[in-house]
């Protein structure tokens, strides 16, 4: 445990930290960011100098070494989330990454072999089992709302991006070198993450992945089936080279059934004989920041807050193996 506040250190001060994780290092309750790094230190020091934090650094080993750091976020391309968590592991302090925790489940593997020798806890910043919209459904389902839970779908599919169409620079997202795969292993590990949660994990997984529209060489449309230890059955489709966006899930269940998306605002609907119901919910402004909360309070209180877990996250890492066939 860490007495009183925990004093964090972020590598790789970038476009994600901005708003929805930096700030909530800062606001939540004895919880303080007192250190960044970024590989380029005229960048570091710009962003220490516009949220008020007193160090900054272009090596990430002597942030992780400085002794007025506790507990270390990654917030990386998933490329460096193992190398950086093996070292402060190694340093003794505990690890908050990024997701997709890692390019794939041997890293993950390894990452929590890492941090289990070196007794310090890992956490995955899949925030959204933190917040109010999914412990809404996670009561609903608890409740028995639905009665006994059948299957799940999952459908999301998006224009293909103004940033990978013709371009001779593509973003990392979709480098499987860096990023694990194509946007599938950035968007869909959401979703499977928190259809984790509240169904749990996934036993079995497997699916087809391919390549339609020829921007980049990763998948980029993916479809997947699997198996919860429940018995649950689930079916995913997730494209990004259609003419529209859509997000959307569907728990079904033997007396109703509960609709909600992962990343829009649409209200939470439940579907049962008596008719429906809606629960709409205010996104966070720093949507890190109510897993951050449970992540500090385990830390300096002790015990189980904090739902996303290095275990938790590499579970997630594994079904996308399956379905994409690595």
Known sequence: MIDKKVRWGIIGCGDVTEKKSGPAFQKVRNSELVAVMRRTGELARDYAERHGVAKWYDEAEDLIND??????????????????????????KPVYVEKPMARNFEECNEMVAACKEAGVPLYVAYYRRAQERFLKIKELLDQNAIGDVRFVTSTQYQKAGEDVIGSDQL????QP???????????????LDILDFLLGPIQEAKGFASNQGGFYGAEDIVTGTYRFTSGVQGVGTWCFTAFEEVDKNEIVGSKGKIRFSTFGDDPVILTTHEG???WSFERPKHVHQPLVTTIVKELTEGGNWCPSTGESGAR???????????
């Open 177 to 191: 070198e860096i990023a694990g795969g194509g946007l599938f292993y950035d968007l869909a590990s959401h979703t």
């Open 171 to 174: 973003p990392w997202r979709v």
């Open 67 to 92: 002794p007025n750091v506790d507990a270390v976020y990654i917030a990386t391309p998933p490329g460096s989330h193992k190398e950086y968590t093996l070292m402060t592991a190694a340093a003794g």
């Open 276 to 278: 429906q119901q809606k």
């Open 316 to 326: 997630t890492n594994r079904v996308m193996d399956k379905i994409v066939g690595k």
